[in-house]
């Protein structure tokens, strides 16, 4: 297997199935882990009749995918989370890209009924390749050896992404894909569009001038 996919899972029963489902074509060339945070549903059950490799670990993002990275197989890691989906041929794009790069990201689309979710996903796609920093719906993939040179991701509950994107371009810029993950609008369309992109701002402003991981976090739940 010279890719692994690791995926970060917690109480994802009602979208396991299909998330699995459209995995399998997958799994003759990658290998699949899911890193259970605890879930409290049937998600590890659902997972393990799928014939699927489950592990488990303490909660949150950071600690499940480096928990997921330290018994991968593969040569290549996707850190991918539940609610997004690859595009066609995902492992072949992936394995062109790390020919020439130590890591990298796709494009993203944002699935949901709010025009304006395609103008959030534009400028999240923009921003990502002006500033070399790629975000966690995008789907992050890198060279085992990248990954453990920079000793993973840091051990904290929001921004981990952020925070491993800056450690990684210090050994090159990013392969910035266009083809694109599909990744779910709930959030925004729960909590509310405007105010959702007014607090990512407000969080990432504040983690570019030395806030607390912890108390951005408690910001965001």
């Known amino acids: 297997m010279s890719l692994s996919i690791i995926m970060p899972m917690l109480n994802e029963a009602n979208s396991l ?3 699995l489902d459209e995995l399998r074509p997958y ?4 290998e699949l882990i899911l890193v259970d945070g605890g879930s409290r549903d049937h998600s590890v059950a659902l997972a393990q009749r799928a014939g699927v ?9 950071a600690r499940q995918m480096n928990a997921g990275a330290a018994v991968a197989r593969g040569d290549d890691l996707l850190f991918l989370h539940a609610d997004t989906r690859l595009p066609p041929d995902a492992d072949r794009l992936i394995a062109e890209a790390l020919a020439e790069h130590h890591w990298g990201r796709f494009d993203v689309t944002i699935s949901g009924s ?3 979710l395609a ?3 534009f400028m999240m796609n923009r921003r990502s390749r002006l500033t070399g920093i790629a975000t966690g719906d995008q789907a992050i993939f890198v060279r085992r050896s990248t990954f ?3 000793d993973g991701f840091p051990d904290q509950p929001l921004m981990e992404d952020i925070e491993l994107s800056k450690q990684l371009k210090r050994l090159g810029s990013p392969a910035c894909l266009a083809q694109k993950v599909v ?8 909590k509310g569009l405007w105010r959702t ?3 990512m701002w407000r969080l990432r402003f504040a983690y570019w001038r030395g806030a607390n991981p912890e108390q951005l976090a408690r910001a965001y739940r």
Request: hydrophobic letters at 45%; glycine letters at 6%.
């Open 119 to 121: 103008v959030i996903a």
């Open 27 to 30: 799994a003759a060339s990658a």
């Open 183 to 190: 990744t779910s609008g709930r959030r925004w369309e729960q």
């Open 148 to 150: 453990e040179a920079v």
């Open 17 to 19: 199935p299909q998330t």
């Open 197 to 199: 992109v007014v607090l």
């Open 114 to 116: 709010h025009p304006m």
């Open 53 to 61: 490799k489950v592990i488990s670990s303490a909660p949150g993002r």
